[in-house]
């Protein structure tokens, strides 16, 4: 599966913004379809995960309550909507798929290109 993210850039603190990510090939219907993100010297951390053929979702404490992941499987789309953006969460966020095992412990079956999200103060 080869993975293409779009839809980074700069934004205020508060204000939001939306990540997209265009999948070729087949994706096995227990694979979840998720974001990682990458700050400046700091690991890779899982960002949110959805299950690619149900509702099941994970998402990191941190932005609990602000991201949400989605997926348009008719148009093999991974979304990431992300609000009340805060300066920490700047980072280059990766779309992946893979098993949520691997996801979870920092791994994926395939990656996207990275797109940087800045965050103001």
């Known amino acids: 599966v080869q993975l293409q993210a779009s839809g980074g850039g700069l934004v205020q603190a508060g204000g939001s913004l939306r990540l997209s990510c265009a999948a070729s090939g087949r994706i096995y219907s227990n694979y979840y379809v998720g974001w990682f993100r990458q700050a400046p010297g700091k690991e890779r951390e899982l960002v949110g995960a959805i299950s690619w053929s149900g509702g099941s979702t994970y998402y990191t404490d941190s932005v609990k309550g602000r991201f949400t992941i989605s997926r348009d499987n008719a148009k093999n789309m991974i979304y990431l909507q992300m609000n009340s953006l805060k300066p920490e969460d700047t980072a280059v966020y990766y779309c992946?798929?893979?098993?949520?095992?691997?996801?979870?412990?920092?791994?994926?079956?395939?990656w996207g290109q990275g797109t940087l999200v800045t965050v103001s103060s």
């Open positions: 992946a798929i893979g098993p949520l095992v691997t996801m979870r412990t920092g791994g994926a079956r395939s």
